[in-house]
């Protein structure tokens, strides 16, 4: 069954309202419901003392209606006859965060481990035989940085763990700069001023890793409790999107069963009616490229988003649009957010499904429409893969090496790594992320995108991988440091020189807004590929020259090069460079490795192609995300399996139109 439902406050509003709600969502589909993730005061009013007959009631309510139940550990916002300055954050100026919103705990507090350890204990033993009850998540969207007392302890204690030795450590962070040299544990701060001249960076990069694994390790304390109490439930986490860097998403997701994505499209700060199809995109492939399987959106846009700023209305056929855009990159479950919108708090003016008097409007039934259309065809999609032969390298050490060292004024790693994500979602191009540790035989290409932070390790499964057939396109700022942030002692771009058959020589950082002319050998570029942000200068020790600077000191000088090793090549880009660019030389990347749209066949701007296969039978997701009439030329006969017409040679998708293409037997 697919998942499709809404996440629900019940304890906001009158147990009156209860059974028009159940009575609604059961007429619009719905198979789920989340419940309870922020209700920890309702559930533990006082200290040890538990109510559950209230969620009782409304789970037996909503079970009568054939609606199934996903619990939320309430751990995300304490009750404030718990919270206590012990277990408060500190943010990064020095601050400790006061109750009265939300996520004010740190996460490495023993008595806020002692008390979320309890309600989830409480409630899985409570709920672990309640037919209605199939699934968890665990507390809500982790996590910022702490910077308290606790936190620097447990650091050093973790940092022991790593190095063993505090003359490993020393040598390792080169602590003899600025005479920084540690002859105690118990010197080693918790970096969080940002007043004075920046802290040791392999001390930053360590702290930043320490912070994940605490939010790892924190959730791994729920869920132990919930595999041992309710073994047959599936345990989740709602993750934020592609852009949050400050936990490692690769950590977070292994040992859950699958990971949910909470979706805006737009988002209450952007007030333009722009949505890039590819910005909601990325954060999708992302999620379901964390565990390689199908993910859940476990809040998905439904309305406006609004805290103290509106975002623009959502147009009509937007929600649908965008549910199914999660579809085509893998969801097996949509979760709205939410369905009555808050009368109080700081959400009163986020949408959701119902406005505030309660009365369904045009939202509710374009969400009753694709309600009805799931039970059709739910079945078929469910499970379906995604198959990708690119990968896009995603490495959370070199995201958080370069929150410490930025380069360039306009300059971001996720940025870099977006760009030719961009390039691939506008031909179609299916792609996953992947880590450095992930193993890469399955696929064709592989871009390695400012890959700062880098081991032997992964270089030779790169090695080996070019070598069997692969091709990899490394780009600017790759090889540059070591595991614990320093530089390396060899040519750059360092363990990579020899794969990519270059040195750099030395490097330019162009001012900001300004571009370098760039020269391909075989003239496939157009005058707007430029170079930007970054300029790496090239001696070839083996590699071809693919392009060079026009204009500079460095004029003639390589900035894409080709080196072939074995049954493969493998690309090295220098610069960050413009859109024109980056397209070029990912299509170079493209035709060497023999990688052809999951449609090869044309469509007009803003329509959005993809592929899911169940067994050998594709479903093709055509997805208008624009604002004019598209035109998609088809290779053959398909069965549209949302409407059930029939199309051939060529179709007219108007905006916000969605098709599910299947061919026609």
């Not at 008390?115 to 409630?123: D, E, K, L, N, Q």
């Not at 363990?495 to 391909?520: H, K, M, V, Y």
């Not at 624009?626 to 069965?639: F, I, M, N, P, W």
Request: charged share 20%.
């Amino acid at each position: 069954m697919f998942a499709f439902g809404a996440c629900y406050y019940p304890e906001q509003v009158p147990e009156s309202f209860w059974e028009t709600d159940a009575k609604l969502m059961r007429e619009a589909g719905f198979t789920v419901v989340r419940l309870a993730e922020f209700a920890w005061s309702r559930l533990e009013p006082s200290d040890g003392v538990f109510d559950f007959s209230w969620l009782d009631r409304v789970i037996d309510l909503l079970g009568s209606n054939g609606i199934t139940i996903i619990l939320g550990t309430p751990t995300a916002a304490a009750p404030p006859w718990m919270f206590s300055d012990e277990m408060a954050l500190v943010e990064a100026n020095g601050l400790a965060r006061i109750w009265g919103s939300r996520r004010e705990y740190c996460p490495n507090s023993p008595l806020y481990h002692h008390y979320s350890v309890r309600i989830t204990r409480a409630m899985a033993e409570h709920y672990r035989d309640n037919p209605h009850v199939i699934g968890w998540q665990i507390d809500n969207e982790f996590g910022e940085r702490c910077y308290c007392a606790r936190c620097r302890s447990a650091f050093q204690s973790w940092l022991q763990r790593k190095f063993g030795s505090l003359d490993s450590l020393n040598e390792r962070w080169g602590t003899v700069f600025w005479s920084h040299t540690y002859t105690a544990w118990d010197q080693i701060p918790a970096p969080w001023s940002r007043v004075h001249a920046p802290h040791n960076p392999g001390l930053l990069l360590d702290y930043a890793r320490f912070m994940s694994d605490s939010y790892v390790d924190y959730q791994q304390q729920q869920l132990t409790v919930l595999r041992d109490r309710c073994p047959n439930h599936f345990v989740t986490h709602n993750f934020t999107s592609f852009y949050y860097e400050n936990i490692n998403y690769f950590d977070l997701a292994r040992p859950l069963d699958f990971v949910s994505l909470d979706n805006y499209p737009r988002g209450f700060w952007d007030l333009t009616l722009k949505t890039p199809a590819a910005a909601a995109a990325i954060a999708q492939v992302t999620m379901r490229s964390l565990k390689h399987r199908p993910f859940w959106v476990m809040e998905q846009q439904s309305g406006v988003a609004a805290w103290n700023t509106f975002s623009s209305s959502v147009r009509p056929g937007e929600v649908r649009l965008w549910a199914y855009q999660s579809i085509a990159h893998g969801a097996d479950g949509i979760v709205f957010f939410r369905w009555r919108s808050a009368r109080f708090g700081v959400e009163q003016f986020w949408q959701g499904i119902l406005d505030h008097d309660g009365i369904p409007g045009r939202r509710y039934d374009e969400i009753k429409r694709m309600g009805a259309e799931l039970q059709r065809i739910g079945s078929f999609i469910q499970g379906a893969e995604v198959r990708s032969e690119v990968a896009l390298m995603m490495s959370y050490d070199s995201r958080f090496a370069f929150q410490i060292q930025p380069h360039h004024p306009e300059f971001s790693y996720a940025s870099h790594l977006v760009h030719y994500f961009n390039a691939l979602h506008g031909m179609h191009i299916a792609a996953e992320m992947v880590s450095p540790d992930d193993t890469f035989s399955s696929y064709k290409l592989v871009i390695v995108t400012a890959l700062l932070i880098l081991d032997q390790q992964t270089v030779s499964a790169l090695l080996q991988f070019v070598e069997q057939g692969g091709i990899v396109l490394v780009t600017m700022r790759s090889g540059v440091k070591d595991q614990d942030n320093q530089v390396v002692d060899m040519p750059m771009p360092g363990l990579l020189s020899t794969l990519c058959g270059i040195e750099i020589e030395e490097c330019d950082a162009l001012p900001p807004q300004e571009t370098r002319q760039l020269n391909f050998v075989d003239a496939k570029a157009t005058t707007e590929a430029r170079a930007s942000i970054w300029c790496d200068i090239i001696r070839p020790t083996q590699a071809e020259v693919i392009a060079t600077y026009g204009e500079d000191y460095y004029e003639g000088r390589a900035a894409v090069t080709l080196n072939r090793i074995g049954k493969g090549s493998v690309l090295y880009m220098g610069t960050a460079g413009s859109e024109a660019l980056i397209k070029t030389v990912t299509e170079i990347a493209l035709d060497l490795a023999q990688v052809r749209s999951v449609y090869a066949h044309g469509s007009s701007d803003g329509t959005e192609i993809t592929v899911r296969w169940q067994g050998e039978r594709r479903f093709l997701f055509v997805l208008n995300h624009g604002r004019e009439t598209s035109t998609v030329r088809l290779d053959k006969t398909y069965t549209d399996l949302l409407s059930g017409q029939v199309f051939t040679e060529v179709v007219q998708i108007t905006p916000r139109q969605v098709l599910i293409l299947t061919e026609d037997s």
